[in-house]
């Protein structure tokens, strides 16, 4: 039995019963809707089919972080229980939450100095960030310490790939990711922009796509331009989506075409609520290893 706990928060993007299987224990994030707090609970409190369904009908969520003492609350029994703690966060490009997990580990190492509490920005997001927690569960599994699974995630986290596309820009216009002029016309002209989270964990509009159709051939494209070892890749890769599975889906069938090896390998999540009250339905977000993001 590993003498750390993994811990990560609910924007990895990936089922409860994977956070189950693998022993990763998870904080949740929180959003509002129609004026309730709700937890960003993995999808048990309602589904993503009506959460997204919410969202195109009108509803507006707002997200907030875990505070400093909602991390403290989650980490207090795992250091009683003797059990020292890496945890890793949702990139600081796009949230606060580093910020504040580094503060309450600070004020805990204070009344634990026995522990280690070790924080790691992922500087990755969604299904991307989920990805990474996978390969640190697998580095654990096989023995390896606290310290030798961070250094590890330090050095390989710019390899993780996130490419994302989506048909419809409502949510990231209304979060300020693209202008309402840039939304306004995407939308009549058809246009998917590819975006991508850069080395500073922060997500960026890279190409104006006119047609879903020539936005997923570009995926895979891109996909094939990064990924470790082009044809023969053999590591992970998995999408994330909200309300478009057969969009992911028909990707996932184009990249097999090139890497077959992947084939009943790649895993298609759901968008969780939290990332997606800022993405909005139709959103296909692609993740695998490949060289390290350098801009």
């Not at 002029?181 to 991508?196: D, F, H, R, Y």
Request: aromatic share 8%.
């Amino acid at each position: 039995m590993s003498t750390f706990a993994l811990t990560c928060e609910s924007t990895a993007d990936r089922p409860r019963e994977f956070f189950d299987e693998r022993d990763i224990r998870v904080v949740y994030f929180h959003y509002e809707i129609d004026g309730v707090m709700h937890e960003d609970d993995l999808y048990q409190s309602i589904s993503p089919e009506k959460f997204f369904a919410d969202i195109k009908a009108g509803a507006m969520p707002k997200t907030s972080q875990v505070s400093v003492g909602e991390y403290a609350e989650f980490w207090e029994p795992m250091l009683k229980e003797g059990k020292d703690i890496l945890h890793v966060t949702l990139s600081s490009g796009i949230s606060g939450s580093y910020g504040s997990a580094c503060i309450a580990a600070q004020d805990l190492a204070e009344r634990y100095p026995e522990r280690t509490i070790r924080v790691i920005d992922s500087l990755a997001a969604s299904s991307g960030y989920g990805l990474l927690m996978e390969y640190l569960a697998d580095l654990r599994d096989e023995g390896k310490s606290l310290e030798e699974v961070a250094t590890w995630a330090e050095e390989h986290k710019l390899n993780v790939h996130h490419w994302f596309f989506s048909t419809d820009l409502t949510s990231f216009k209304r979060g300020g990711r693209i202008s309402a002029t840039s939304a306004l016309l995407g939308t009549a002209l058809k246009i998917c922009p590819l975006m991508n989270v850069d080395n500073q964990g922060k997500l960026i509009p890279r190409e104006k796509i006119r047609t879903k159709k020539k936005a997923m051939a570009e995926m895979v494209k891109t996909m094939m331009a990064h990924v470790d070892d082009g044809a023969e890749y053999t590591g992970k890769c998995c999408f994330s989506q909200s309300a478009c599975r057969e969009d992911a889906q028909a990707v996932a069938d184009m990249i097999v075409q090139e890497i077959p090896q992947l084939a009943g390998k790649i895993t298609i999540n759901d968008i969780g609520t939290v990332i997606g009250s800022h993405t909005g339905p139709g959103t296909v977000a692609l993740f695998f290893m490949g060289d390290k993001r350098v801009d």
